[in-house]
């Protein structure tokens, strides 16, 4: 009965949403720290109107070399879980500047128990600024430069969690209908 309910729920929250003018976004996240690992993932970001006229979200993403560098090799096993705020500065424009705050947590996995005393996981918090192409169609494109400010050397903190990264998401936006 349980299960009735809760796809009723969203069921009616995916039909009646559009018109209150939300957004939520769903869509991959494409992620480089520079000079080591890719990883991929998963996000999702949330807004509505009432949330500074639409200049808001908020998000969750899940990053992981595990879709990237790691995948068909022995590469280390990475995975990234983020909460995220985002400001975008020129609603309406088809480009829009945006900086984004993410807080969350690392976790590497080594492989082997060789590797069992190495810090393998740690706190994470990044600002990001950038650019979202955010065309009159439920599609958007991000792309932008972060720094993790809590990183490692290996012996303090993982040294796989390198500071500055890149990443570009690819986004569509569920609660807008296309004619």
Not at 13 to 22: E, I, K, R
Not at 77 to 83: A, E, G, I, M, R
Not at 104 to 115: I, M, R, T, V, W
Not at 130 to 157: D, E, H, K, M, Q
């Amino acid at each position: 009965m349980h299960t009735i309910k809760w796809y009723f729920t969203v069921a009616a929250l995916l039909l009646v949403a559009p018109s209150f003018g939300q957004r939520l976004d769903v869509g991959i996240r494409l992620q480089k720290s520079i000079n080591l690992y890719t990883e991929n993932g998963l996000t999702v970001q949330y807004s509505h109107p009432k949330l500074v006229s639409q200049r808001l979200s908020i998000g969750v993403s899940y990053v992981t070399s595990r879709l990237g560098t790691a995948l068909n090799s022995n590469a280390i096993k990475q995975d990234n879980f983020l909460v995220s705020a985002s400001y975008y500065f020129q609603p309406g424009w088809l480009i829009q500047p945006f900086v984004r705050a993410n807080v969350g947590y690392f976790k590497a996995n080594y492989g082997s128990d060789l590797f069992n005393d190495l810090p393998a996981s740690s706190l994470l918090a990044s600002p990001e600024l950038g650019l979202c192409y955010c065309p009159n169609f439920p599609l958007r494109i991000n792309g932008s430069v972060g720094y993790n400010a809590i990183t490692g050397n290996g012996l303090t903190g993982p040294g796989t969690l390198y500071p500055v990264f890149v990443q570009t998401s690819i986004t569509w936006n569920v609660f807008k209908k296309t004619k």
